[in-house]
Nanobody, 123 residues
Framework: VQLVESGGGSVQAGGSLRLSCAAS????????????LAWFRQAPEKEREGVAS???????RYVDSVKGRFTISKDNAKYTLYLEMDSLEPEDTAMYYC???????????????WGQGTQVTVS
């Protein structure tokens, strides 16, 4: 399985960005749909933290700092995970990673599959 993020960039505070994570290597949409998918972020000199997750039945979870501002979603037919980020704050500046795992890991960091990351900078 390979994950490739896109959509990062530089925005002013209060702005919006939409991140995408395209997956490949799954044998079928059914297998993709069984996986728990998540977005993580890591700011310089900080630990990687879980931002949002979506499990196989569509249940979503968010870290408290992004609730009401970020929305995670997926398009199974396109093997793509999204993160809609609104009302961005300078504190959201980080490298954002998508992750996937068969187990419902929610916001834990022990995912098996990781993308290379996309940078989000809010000024």
């Amino acid at each position: 399985v390979q994950l490739v993020e896109s959509g990062g960039g530089s925005v002013q505070a209060g702005g919006s960005l939409r991140l995408s994570c395209a997956a490949s290597g799954y044998t079928s949409v059914g297998v993709y749909n069984t996986h728990c998918l998540a977005w993580f972020r890591q700011a310089p000199e900080k630990e990687r933290e879980g931002v949002a997750s979506i499990d196989s039945d569509g249940t979503t979870r968010y870290v408290d700092s992004v609730k009401g501002r970020f929305t995670i979603s997926k398009d199974n037919a396109k093997y793509t995970l999204y993160l809609e980020m609104d009302s961005l704050e300078p504190e959201d500046t980080a490298m954002y990673y998508c992750a996937a795992d068969f187990y419902n890991l929610q916001l834990a960091r022990s995912y098996t599959y990781w993308g290379q990351g996309t940078q989000v900078t809010v000024s």
